[in-house]
């Protein structure tokens, strides 16, 4: 009795013989993408939820058939149906977040990244892959602390992550007394949820009628505490883009024996900029910092980093798993890397941080935010001009708050759900000075003021109705 046959193993991407494998089905993956993006023809499908769920169910059929379908097949139907249901932050009218545009080196660069499959927990996993995360963080380390004598650098999956990573940081320096985080009202909400996970106490919250921490209230607050305390300050708030005092702050975390942690994971690639650097003087003086260069650094998710002063800083998150990283092998001189990070496997996201760096440059990457804080301004100076329209207030990085001037809240929300479901514009929504405003990110510096123009002209368009 002849044995059935054996099914078709598919092709790895891999190996001397990846590269074959892998070139028919990228024009597969880029004619998807381009199909995809025509036939959505905006920067987010039309119809809402339920019909977006309705395209991409019928796109997928059975999710979990017994027999597979031809493998260029699926890779199309599904690549095109996601993009075709995608909200495209490459569009000029997709400027809801802190979502950006990918270069297409830095997604190129994910692809080798890809294929390659290093993992990020043990040296013989990623020799090579180490070593660029080793020279690359150290170089970014540097740029938050210039004169710091061993600063260094960890690669996270983005702000959550890194400040996380800080207020675990924190509570390990002073293991024997719960720290204490200090905060804005306008600090991201990882805080809350990072002091939740740690078994920390919950994060003070300080007033901030102005959107940035007021020296005096912290002042204030910081006189009446006791014990180890982590004031975390902000450098671009999500939802206006507002830089805290980060000079005053550090001097009343010197006064007060604080710690200071700074998340600049929106703000932070300002340092690339000669115009902008300014706004982050005071970066240095924290003792841990927060970046995402998947924000104003153009990377794809995920391309955080959490800087820190001393690189001696770090030792708390020292780790030892006999397989990874035995003694005698670390002893011997294979990298040790389960202390770069609290995961284990993860993937190599410095090749991308590495490729965009080296091809950019400060400069390129310095270029790429001017144009996107101009565009803010523009945008500013565009709404300043419309009777129709309020400006929130000038912006400070590439954020913008605006409503139709004498609109109720019910309308402003109801305008940003209407410009969604028929696919035409990607508004965020912020409330300040206890109203509710349209919010503007914009992080395409190929967005033309002809796109802002036209942007303007939807959100009037939605409110007449």
């Known amino acids: 009795m002849r044995a059935a046959p054996s099914p078709t193993i598919p092709p790895l991407a891999g190996g001397e013989t990846g590269p074959d494998a892998l070139r028919p089905l990228l024009d597969t993956v880029l004619d998807a993408l381009r199909e995809g993006a025509t036939h959505r023809g905006g920067p987010l499908p039309a119809g809402g939820p339920d019909a977006v769920t309705r395209r991409l169910r019928h796109a997928l059929g059975d999710a979990l058939p017994d027999t597979g379908t031809d493998p260029r097949h699926a890779l199309h139907t599904l690549t095109r149906a996601l993009t075709e249901g995608a909200a495209d932050p490459a569009h000029p009218h997709c400027a809801a977040h802190l979502h950006t545009p990918p270069l297409a080196l830095a997604a190129a660069a994910d692809l080798a990244a890809s294929a390659l499959n290093p993992s990020m927990d043990s040296w013989d996993q990623a020799p090579a892959a180490s070593a660029l995360e080793d020279l690359v963080t150290h170089a970014l380390a540097t740029e938050v602390y210039p004169r710091a004598p061993r600063p260094d650098a960890l690669v996270t999956t983005g702000g959550t992550e890194s400040n996380q990573l800080a207020l675990l940081l924190a509570r390990e320096r002073h293991r024997h007394h719960p720290v204490r985080t200090v905060v804005g009202a306008a600090a991201h909400h990882s805080f809350r949820r990072a002091a939740w996970l740690l078994g920390l106490p919950e994060p003070l919250t300080v007033p901030t009628p102005r959107g940035t921490l007021d020296p005096a209230a912290l002042d204030t607050t910081l006189t009446g505490l006791h014990g180890p305390l982590l004031v975390a300050a902000t450098a671009g708030t999500t939802d206006t883009g507002r830089i805290d005092p980060l000079p005053e702050i550090a001097d009343l975390c010197q006064t007060h024996g604080a710690d200071l942690h700074i998340d600049a994971a929106y703000g932070g690639p300002a340092l690339f900029s000669p115009t902008h650097r300014p706004l982050l003087a005071g970066l240095d003086r924290a003792h841990s910092v927060t970046l995402d260069l998947h924000k104003l650094g153009w990377l794809p998710a995920a391309a955080g980093i959490l800087a820190v002063r001393d690189t001696a800083d770090l030792t708390p998150l020292t780790h030892t ?58 945008l500013a100076d565009l709404i300043e001009k419309n009777p129709d329209l309020e400006l929130h207030e000038r912006p400070t990085l590439t954020t913008v708050l605006f409503r139709p001037r004498h609109a109720p809240d019910t309308t402003v929300a109801t305008i940003r759900r209407t410009l969604l479901t028929q696919g035409r514009a990607v508004l965020g929504r912020a409330r300040a000075d206890g109203r509710l405003w349209l919010k503007a990110t914009l992080l395409n510096p190929h967005a033309t003021p002809r796109d802002l123009e036209a942007l303007l002209t939807l959100v009037e368009g939605s409110t007449d109705r």
């Open 321 to 378: 798993a006999d397989y990874l990283n035995a003694d005698d092998d670390t002893e011997a001189g294979l990298p040790d890397l389960l202390g770069r990070s609290p995961r284990t496997t993860r993937r190599p996201d410095v090749l991308k941080i590495a490729v965009v760096l080296r091809a950019l440059g400060r400069t390129g990457l310095g270029t790429l935010v001017d144009q996107c804080c101009t565009l803010a301004h523009h």
